[in-house]
């Protein structure tokens, strides 16, 4: 059974950092792309960030660049979502997924899910 488990989300003031965990299980993980993709109320969800572990290439949206990043444990079957500078724009559930449809942040790419993780940024 694939189980993606995301954790690490809370609640922080404006600037304030969090980072989100991914652990993934029941697919081999160095042959999937691992992306964060998040969904405000009453938005789509979108993607935010992906990593592929072909390659190691990483790709963000322009809203998170520069103040994100992701990276990934191949030891620990774990992708991370370091997020820093956090603004009340990023407030949102966010969910890490998987996929082997090729890289980007389209959530089509993607056909397994995580349960998502609250964050929530006061300001």
């Known amino acids: 059974e694939v189980q993606l488990q995301a954790s690490g989300g809370g609640l922080v003031q404006a600037g304030g950092s969090l980072r989100l965990s991914c ?14 993709m998040r969904q405000a109320p009453g938005k789509e969800r979108e993607g935010i960030s992906t990593i592929s572990h072909s390659d190691g290439s990483t790709f963000y949206t322009d809203s998170v660049k520069g103040r994100f990043t992701i990276s990934s444990d191949n030891a620990k079957n774990t992708v991370y979502l370091q997020m820093n500078s956090l603004k009340p724009e990023d407030t949102a559930v966010y969910y890490c997924a998987a996929g082997v449809r090729g890289v980007g942040l389209s959530r089509r790419l993607y056909d397994y899910w995580g349960q998502g993780t609250q964050v929530t940024v006061s300001s």
Do not use: A, M, P
């Open 23 to 36: 652990v993934v299980s029941g697919l081999d993980f160095e042959d999937y792309v691992i992306g964060w």
